[in-house]
């Protein structure tokens, strides 16, 4: 059972439109408006208009009734939405899996990442402090399960921790409302005398969900763990996760880049004494301005090697701005597996492992050039030449029962991703290989020729009526005078009224 952190902003619109209008904020008390089915209704309200009992969804025109001192303006639910994501982003600082729960609260999965900070309590007041200092207040409390922490965050006292397992007792007291209900099925549970959580549990489980719905019965047994609950998390969830917070801020390249080394050897180091190793590091810098900077490199082989992490991360800080500042870094793994440090063979000491030689080779072009600019081919079902091979992680082992390549029926080291006409072609008889051929405006004569192999079409993944001789290709491997080497076809069977075309499909060498 894992630990979230809920946080949840009463304000969260008021809060984010006077960040984007500093010098536009009006006095309390302040109200949101937009149309709803033509009519001028509030969309959100701030503490002081709240408590003279103004709240969203109001009309406007009898809000500004009973409070003539009021002060609107348009909402922006937009801006609000992609305001979330980018908190979303700052939070990644606190922990890798960070969910919005639109449209103004966050799902934090804090599990085994609260310790960084002294504890559950250090890090919510820590959470808390930092996005008050940015203008947004923000209710947050932990639980076991997203619905407790929920429930909690936003009915009971702030800054309440639920023990492990403790979910039931903390829930007991709460009202219905808390466990995510549609506001009018909670209101009718409420008028029927169930005005705690604690007397919905009372009740068996089928009796509830024949009188209250079968929602409702998700919702409880959602927020007391019995049944998981899946959040959309903006970045895989992982445990693999370390965190470095620098008592001044940094900003020089050489800084970034022992911090890049240094958060590495903190991570590997746990990778190691697992004897786990990650294909996938994320680095980021969190800047005193709240944005986030990242980089992300991978790895051809699982690995926890921090020096060869630093080298690999160390060209892609040059183009990060830390702009005033960085006060914290962290870094996650992904793509987290067991390896094994096992010598395969006797002599495995007088040759160069795969980590050694060709890893960090490939490791280095891939992070340079992009993930899909280094692979390598590997074989695939089908007889036909473009259809035979297909792309694979280029040290990834072969997977079990995958058939190689034949000998007997050589391809050549280029395969042409569309076969190009020859033109000028001579053979003695039909069914000759060429004895000279022009391409791309160059004439070439056929000094040595093997062949012909003839493979046709998978006519079993098509119409049958679409079937036809003219897609049996005959090959032949040539040598030209001057030693090149190609692989040309002649495409469909012998035709006394239209003569066969000839096509190049790849080179030898």
Same mark, same amino acid.
């Given at each position: 059972?894992?630990?979230?952190?809920?946080?949840?902003?009463?304000?969260?619109?008021?809060?984010?439109?006077?960040?984007?209008?500093?010098?536009?904020?009006?006095?309390?008390?302040?109200?949101?408006?937009?149309?709803?089915?033509?009519?001028?209704?509030?969309?959100?309200?701030?503490?002081?208009?709240?408590?003279?009992?103004?709240?969203?969804?109001?009309?406007?025109?009898?809000?500004?009734?009973?409070?003539?001192?009021?002060?609107?303006?348009?909402?922006?639910?937009?801006?609000?939405?992609?305001?979330?994501?980018?908190?979303?982003?700052?939070?990644?600082?606190?922990?890798?899996?960070?969910?919005?729960?639109?449209?103004?609260?966050?799902?934090?999965?804090?599990?085994?990442?609260?310790?960084?900070?002294?504890?559950?309590?250090?890090?919510?007041?820590?959470?808390?402090?930092?996005?008050?200092?940015?203008?947004?207040?923000?209710?947050?409390?932990?639980?076991?399960?997203?619905?407790?922490?929920?429930?909690?965050?936003?009915?009971?006292?702030?800054?309440?921790?639920?023990?492990?397992?403790?979910?039931?007792?903390?829930?007991?007291?709460?009202?219905?409302?808390?466990?995510?209900?549609?506001?009018?099925?909670?209101?009718?549970?409420?008028?029927?005398?169930?005005?705690?959580?604690?007397?919905?549990?009372?009740?068996?489980?089928?009796?509830?969900?024949?009188?209250?719905?079968?929602?409702?019965?998700?919702?409880?047994?959602?927020?007391?763990?019995?049944?998981?609950?899946?959040?959309?998390?903006?970045?895989?969830?992982?445990?693999?996760?370390?965190?470095?917070?620098?008592?001044?801020?940094?900003?020089?390249?050489?800084?970034?880049?022992?911090?890049?080394?240094?958060?590495?050897?903190?991570?590997?180091? !746990?990778?190691?004494?697992?004897?786990?190793?990650?294909?996938?590091?994320?680095?980021?810098?969190?800047?005193?301005?709240?944005?986030?900077?990242?980089?992300?490199?991978?790895?051809?082989?699982?690995?926890?090697?921090?020096?060869?992490?630093?080298?690999?991360?160390?060209?892609?800080?040059?183009?990060?701005?830390?702009?005033?500042?960085?006060?914290?870094?962290?870094?996650?793994?992904?793509?987290?597996?067991?390896?094994?440090? !096992?010598?395969?063979?006797?002599?495995?000491?007088?040759?160069?492992?795969?980590?050694?030689?060709?890893?960090?080779?490939?490791?280095?072009?891939?992070?340079?050039?992009?993930?899909?600019?280094?692979?390598?081919?590997?074989?695939?079902?089908?007889?036909?030449?473009?259809?035979?091979?297909?792309?694979?992680?280029?040290?990834?082992?072969?997977?079990?029962?995958?058939?190689?390549?034949?000998?007997?029926?050589?391809?050549?080291?280029?395969?042409?991703?569309?076969?190009?006409?020859?033109?000028?072609?001579?053979?003695?008889?039909?069914?000759?290989?060429?004895?000279?051929?022009?391409? !791309?405006?160059?004439?070439?004569?056929?000094?040595?020729?093997?062949?012909?192999?003839?493979?046709?079409?998978?006519?079993?993944?098509?119409?049958?009526?679409?079937?036809?001789?003219?897609?049996?290709?005959?090959?032949?491997?040539?040598?030209?005078?001057?030693?090149?080497?190609?692989?040309?076809?002649?495409?469909?069977?012998?035709?006394?009224?239209?003569?066969?075309?000839?096509?190049?499909?790849?080179?030898?060498?």
């Amino acid at each position: 059972m894992g630990r979230i952190l809920c946080a949840w902003s009463p304000t969260w619109a008021i809060a984010n439109w006077r960040r984007r209008n500093p010098s536009d904020s009006p006095a309390s008390p302040f109200a949101l408006v937009e149309t709803v089915k033509a009519a001028r209704r509030l969309a959100a309200v701030d503490l002081a208009a709240a408590r003279l009992k103004l709240h969203p969804g109001q009309k406007a025109t009898d809000a500004k009734a009973l409070v003539p001192e009021l002060a609107v303006a348009e909402a922006e639910p937009q801006a609000d939405a992609e305001a979330l994501t980018a908190l979303v982003d700052w939070c990644v600082r606190f922990s890798p899996a960070v969910a919005a729960d639109a449209p103004d609260g966050l799902f934090l999965d804090v599990g085994g990442v609260a310790h960084l900070w002294g504890g559950e309590a250090q890090m919510l007041a820590d959470f808390q402090a930092r996005l008050l200092a940015n203008g947004l207040p923000f209710r947050a409390c932990i639980a076991d399960t997203p619905g407790a922490a929920w429930a909690l965050a936003h009915f009971a006292a702030d800054q309440t921790i639920a023990a492990p397992g403790d979910q039931a007792g903390r829930l007991a007291s709460l009202p219905p409302a808390a466990l995510r209900l549609d506001p009018e099925a909670a209101a009718q549970i409420e008028r029927l005398g169930f005005r705690r959580i604690g007397q919905l549990m009372e009740i068996p489980r089928a009796p509830l969900g024949r009188r209250f719905g079968a929602e409702t019965l998700n919702r409880l047994d959602q927020a007391l763990g019995r049944s998981r609950e899946a959040l959309a998390f903006r970045r895989p969830p992982t445990p693999w996760f370390a965190r470095l917070a620098f008592a001044e801020p940094i900003s020089a390249p050489e800084d970034m880049a022992r911090v890049a080394v240094d958060i590495s050897a903190k991570l590997c180091a !746990r990778l190691e004494a697992a004897g786990q190793g990650a294909r996938r590091f994320e680095l980021a810098y969190h800047r005193l301005d709240g944005k986030a900077l990242t980089a992300a490199v991978g790895l051809s082989l699982a690995g926890h090697d921090a020096k060869r992490l630093g080298k690999l991360f160390a060209p892609k800080l040059e183009v990060l701005d830390p702009g005033f500042g960085i006060e914290v870094a962290t870094l996650a793994a992904h793509e987290v597996e067991r390896i094994s440090g !096992r010598q395969g063979r006797l002599d495995a000491a007088r040759a160069p492992a795969v980590e050694d030689g060709l890893a960090p080779l490939v490791d280095r072009l891939t992070n340079r050039l992009g993930e899909d600019r280094v692979w390598r081919a590997a074989p695939a079902e089908s007889h036909v030449p473009e259809l035979s091979a297909a792309r694979a992680r280029p040290l990834d082992p072969k997977p079990a029962g995958a058939r190689p390549w034949d000998p007997e029926t050589p391809r050549p080291m280029r395969l042409f991703r569309r076969p190009e006409p020859l033109e000028a072609v001579i053979a003695l008889t039909p069914d000759d290989p060429p004895s000279q051929f022009r391409w !791309r405006g160059q004439l070439h004569r056929v000094r040595r020729a093997e062949g012909p192999e003839r493979i046709g079409e998978e006519w079993w993944k098509a119409e049958i009526a679409d079937v036809s001789v003219a897609h049996v290709r005959d090959y032949y491997r040539v040598e030209d005078a001057e030693g090149g080497r190609f692989w040309l076809f002649r495409a469909g069977l012998l035709d006394a009224e239209a003569p066969p075309k000839w096509w190049l499909h790849g080179l030898f060498g």
